[in-house]
């Protein structure tokens, strides 16, 4: 068995997405196998990890930022992190979570949870993270090396961006992404 | 009936008699600036006054054009006296009849050696305040229509076109492109029908120039354009003017009506085969018109937007005609530049930049008010002697020329030349010659966002750049100017200024970076105070204000 | 076939159709008639400018700013759509510094109105998308202005999705020009500017509106699309136009 330094730490984050690029990225399925070696995923959805660890070489971010405690991770991340991708449109534009953002806040809760609600309306307020008045893409908080776009971003380009950060060479993304 | 030169000088003979035969004639200046602290009711007041005191044999009264100085309006001019009441009242009039014969009334007394009206040299703006606009008599007492009978009667076309060149006159609408290669253009351009286009759509705010001068001076316009007509071959000319200028678009519709029903419009003009007809159209308050592509549209009856060019309107205008398009004051120069000759005009001047400019002074300066300078005065001299300095005792900032396209000249240019070449040196513009002041109370990161919001409002929103590119620019002023700026908005900034000014699809556009990237270039350490460390020197930007509350 | 010189609003009454220059672009030794713009030239020579409000069949407005190219000894920037070809023009269709200028002008328009591909019904067919992709523009720096748009769905067999469009106006001049109803216009201006039928009525109320469909089919985004198309189901269909141009001019002679 390898010492754990030679291998590639990498980290993934759910932040105001739908966890749909986090499904596009096991459609890689066999090929992830085979990159498997040289991984170490430290921090994602898909492990049991609680707090965001040092030292992480690339961190995939799902999602856009909505509210102080997505914020509060981004600079975690920034902070103990080499190269930060913006993993899918969420991340790279606000995309979905950020349609809200044409409206006020208040009217979308106001829509959600009271007028639309068949038990118990009521806005949420206690234990939850405050949202902001507006949404926002990733790079509107900490600085991104790398940006994937796609909703989600098809797993051909995840893959060419995995195997051209453990290659140490730019990827090619030319028709492989695009939004939406 | 065709007019003659003997009609025109036994008109200015009339005209001058009648006028002479009163012992006192009575100037009241009703110009837009007077006439708002109501320089008519005064005028009234004085003719019932000279009635009262029966002196109607005596005293004349006249409403005339601009005397410059409007801060101190109603102004009124006494001749031969040499006398000039400022800030007069109604209730002045029997003190200032029944003074007539003795001492002037003392104080209402506006010194006649002050700098504001001994260092200006006045050609374009010569007959405001001595002639009735309103009187196309007036006008030609002063020498009017001289110019055009001397041009269609003595000079081929080219030979106008020569003096023009040879005067060395540049557009004074803004850019500076020389009138006489304009001219040149349509006048090689072979189509049949040609189009002369005054372009009186003036639009930077505190700009007043040409509204002061349809006020105070119509003919001079009008035959400005004749000439114009018979020198390129053309036989139509539409003037384009604001329709929030109603003093100025009513008595362009009288002189209009006088000088087609004198014959100096028409056919056959001067026993010639040269006919000119004149029409207005009013615009409807978009900044943009005052652009040739878009005035072209506008007068088309299409919406006000530019089109790219080339084709230039010079080749490729009105209704797809070669077009002249000259703004007013470059076409109040015409007549003098043709009676005196274009050598005068060039001896007058600087190298580059010939002839005189008008300015309106605003803002932060005492004398506010309308001036003749020739180029290459200093703006010092523009400042501090013409402009009387700043009021209160405050330090001069800088200078805002070119309204918002131009940009801000700070103190150490005060001794510059103001002309065409030294403007653009120091990443400002001459302008059609709005002269904003600043003193030490402006803060710049504001006054940027100032412009910018106009500029932004006024878009057409045809280009992208412009359209998205002056909102984002927008955007981050109020950020930096409510506190919340950060050191990167900064950058931002510089980057769509360069992308704007580079990429946009007219000359708005072009030039709308200009008063962000001037107040970058020379107070940049006032942007970096307000992101980071949220601080307004000048105590304007609202954060600053919530700043100074808290300590 | 080649698309023949856009109709100008007006007849371009200074230029001569039969002489013939030669020019460079890209340092490519290529020829075009004195009528032709920079962008056919270029387009016959296959030299790719990006275009956005450009349709080879509609009049041209040079607007978008995306196919800015430089001249040799100029230093502004042309607008190769309405840029005429002269001899021994030297133009450079794709120096750093216009793709740096073209991705940032790219990043303005998106950042301009609320495009979500994602839920569009273009989604995969649409050029403003494959303008970013094209144009290597991965993400916007500027800030979304996300303003509030509505959707205008009171037409039987179309909508119209302010949120979506771009304001290259092919809809008012397909429907001008071509269709002849001018049912299009535009109201407002700068960034206020938007897309409005007859009088700023609903769509579905206009009274000269054909139901022809040439402006949702010109329409290069999601702003103009058929109704019954979901995410991703609409194709754009403007091949039509040269055709139409064609013919229309071979029944004139």
Known sequence: MSPPTTKTRIATIWLDGCSGCHMSLLDIDARLAAVAGSIDLVFSPLVDTRTYPQNVDVCFIEGAASSGEDVEKLHLIRRNTRQVVAFGDCAVTGNVPGMRNRFALREVLTRSYLENATHQPRIPDRDIPHLFERVRPVHAFIDVEMFLPGCPPAADAIFEVLSALLEGRPPDLAGRARFG | MTLTIENLQEIAKTETDAVESYRYRINVCMAAGCLSCRSDVVKASLEEEIRRQGKEKACLVRGVGCLGLCAVGPLIDISPLNVTYQAVQPSDAPEIIGSLTGAPVSRLLLPADQPFFSRQKKIVLENCGIIEPERIESYIAAGGYEALYQALRQMSPRQVIDEVTASGLRGRGGAGFPTGLKWTTVYKARQAVKYVVCNADEGDPGAFMDRSVLESDPHRVIEGMAIAGYAVGASRGYIYVRAEYPLAVERLRRAIKQAKRLGVLGENIFNTPFAFDIQLRLGAGAFVCGEETALIASIEGRLGRPRPRPPFPAEFGLWGCPTLINNVETLANIAPIVRRGGGWFAGIGTEKSKGTKVFALAGKINNTGLIEVPMGTTLREIVFDIGGGIPAGRRFKAVQTGGPSGGCVPEQFLDMPVDYDSLREVGAIMGSGGMIVMDDGACMVDVAKFFMEFCMSESCGKCAPCRVGTTQLFGILERITAGDGSIEDIDTLKELCDLVGATSLCGLGQTAPNPVKSTLRYFENEYTAHVRRHHCEAGVCAMGKAREATT | ?253
């Open chain 3, 1 to 253: 076939m080649t698309p023949t010189a856009p109709i100008a609003q007006k007849p371009r009454t200074d230029v001569n159709p039969v002489r013939i220059y030669t020019l460079r672009i890209d340092g490519r030794d290529v020829s075009g008639r004195e009528d032709e713009t920079i962008l056919t030239v270029a387009r016959q020579n296959g030299i790719f400018i990006p275009t956005l409000c450009h349709l080879d069949g509609l009049a041209e407005r040079g607007a978008c700013r995306l196919c800015i190219v430089e001249i040799q000894g100029s230093p502004k920037l042309f607008a190769a759509c309405v840029t005429l070809v002269k001899q021994d023009m030297d133009v450079i269709t794709d120096s750093a510094r216009i793709r740096d200028y073209r991705r940032k002008i790219l990043e303005l328009i998106f950042s301009e109105r609320n495009h979500v591909c994602a839920v569009c019904v273009v989604n995969g067919n649409c050029e403003l998308q494959d303008l970013a992709v094209k144009l290597g523009m991965t993400h916007v720096r500027y800030d979304y202005l996300n303003p509030p748009q509505s959707v205008d769905a009171s037409h039987p067999r179309f909508s119209l999705d302010h949120n979506r469009c771009v304001l290259c106006l092919r809809c008012i001049r397909v429907c001008k020009d071509i269709e002849g109803a001018s049912t299009w216009d535009i109201s407002g201006r700068g960034i206020h500017a938007r897309i409005i039928s007859d009088l700023n009525q609903p769509w579905g109320e206009s009274e000269t509106c054909t139901g022809c469909g040439k402006c949702v089919q010109v329409c290069p985004t999601g702003a103009l699309s058929e109704k019954g198309k979901s995410v991703a189901e609409m194709t754009k269909r403007p091949q039509f136009l040269p055709y139409l141009q064609m013919m229309r001019k071979e029944a004139e002679i």
